[in-house]
Nanobody, 123 residues
């Protein structure tokens, strides 16, 4: 497994979780990284992405102001801090490593994917 996502769980609405994405790939620190999510019966959708050095970030409109993406290049880890969680945030969250170094919105721009971590927000 080259990317490992963790940190999911069950939380009440309004609560917080921090997801982590750790990579064993030596070049991970040179790539953009993204988070996507997929709810039951829905297509996978973009959540957030970060450039290779953390200097640029991108968010889906539905998480702006609530989620924050960051990375620690020394630890080869990307984080997704999720605050003010809503029941509609319930999904499996996936991290992915992009082919390039910049932020990417399209899933086709990513070539390595983690296994996903379940986030469940109760009302």
């Amino acid at each position: 497994v080259q990317l490992q996502a963790s940190g999911g769980g069950l939380v009440q609405a309004g609560g917080s979780l921090r997801l982590s994405c750790v990579s064993t790939r030596r070049t991970f620190s040179n790539n953009g990284v993204g988070w996507f999510r997929q709810a039951p019966g829905k297509e996978r959708e973009f959540v957030s992405s970060i450039s290779w050095n953390g200097g640029s970030t991108s968010y889906a409109d539905f998480v702006k102001g609530r989620f924050t993406i960051s990375r620690d290049r020394v630890k080869n880890t990307v984080y997704l801090q999720m605050n003010s969680l809503k029941p509609e945030d319930t999904a499996v969250y996936y991290c992915a490593s992009a082919r390039g170094s910049t932020t990417q919105v399209m899933s086709s721009s990513y070539n390595y994917w983690g296994q996903g971590t379940q986030v469940t927000v109760s009302s």
